[in-house]
């Protein structure tokens, strides 16, 4: 008993506790055993995590009991050392992650450079070329033009979306033949990138180091939704609405990170939600849709810290008209 309390002994215990939570992870990612789990995925990889990690802990016990105490000092080397390896080539693969990520912003922060537009799909962009490609062209700031919402495909589940040209509606989608699709690949740092574009692809928004891949619709059907696939000319296509998910606009403004008036607009913050109610008058730097009621929505007033001072109404449209901007991150 004696021998399993000395100081090499107990660090052996944890140094097999954390390195085993690792192997742990890692065998799960081998197997891929969150794989198209949705959510739960996370939490199926941990799982696994736990379960190596707690086997491993039990089983030094008898390790340290059984096994002379100079070996356990050199078990001991050779944990830490593997850990600290693993950790260091992690946080390399994290600087370099980190690294791309403001390269990608720098892209997409750049004045839109007018695209290729041919109605008919044509030669296909591939893996490097394509993302450079789409954050060149893909267009800073929304559009007026409401349309019904955002659909964002699901490419954890569905690594091809399929473009469809003018459906017969009375058909399902196994009888139409797609004419064009975009597809995802997994990158090192098992994130999703575009890996092939139909050249005159300019969605909504693009952002896939946040996973944010927006297309705005303009018409749903029981099986397809018509969205605008070229920003710059306002293409649309035909999707599988199934193939992601339809988020309609007051779903969507409650989930944005902010919300101001068009630059000269005319608009104000009200007391109550009608055009005539009395206007608040707390200065502020960003609002934060909390409820949306028709063509109104009650805001939180943030200072620049992003600290409420205050709250509020806004008429956020008006008709099919958008009466505000947004900004998915801070």
Known sequence: MKKTLKPASLLFNFLSLILFFIVGLYVAGVMEAGKNQGLAGGAIVLGWGVLFAGIAFILSFFVTRYVAHKKIVWLNIIFGALIFIIYGVKFFEFQQKKSETYKN?????????????????????????????????????????????????NFYENPVLYFYGNPNLEKGIQEHMPYDSITFKRNKYNSFNIATAPPWLVPEHLKLDYDMLYFKIESITEDFAEVVVNTSNGQTSYINKRS???????????????????????????????????????????????????????????????????????????????????????
Not at 111 to 133: G, N, Q, R, S, V
Request: overall charge neutral; cysteine-free; proline content about 5%.
């Open 105 to 153: 912003q720098e892209q997409l922060e750049k004045k839109p450079t007018a695209p290729a537009i041919d109605a008919e799909p044509t030669a296909m962009l591939y893996e490097e070329d394509t993302l450079l490609y789409l954050t060149n062209t893909i267009q800073q700031g929304q559009s007026t033009s409401m349309g019904m919402g955002f659909f964002s495909p």
């Open 244 to 330: 992601g998910k339809i988020i309609y606009w007051p779903e969507f403004l409650l989930s944005v990170n902010s919300v101001e008036f068009y630059p000269n607009s005319k608009e104000k913050v009200r007391e109550r939600s009608f055009e005539t109610a009395s206007i608040v008058q707390t200065s502020y730097q960003f609002m934060k849709p909390i409820k949306i009621k028709g063509d109104w929505a009650q805001v939180v007033l943030l200072d620049s810290n992003f600290q409420k001072i205050g709250d509020g109404w806004i008429q956020w449209k008006k008709g099919n008209k958008l009466l505000i901007t947004y900004n998915l991150l801070s």
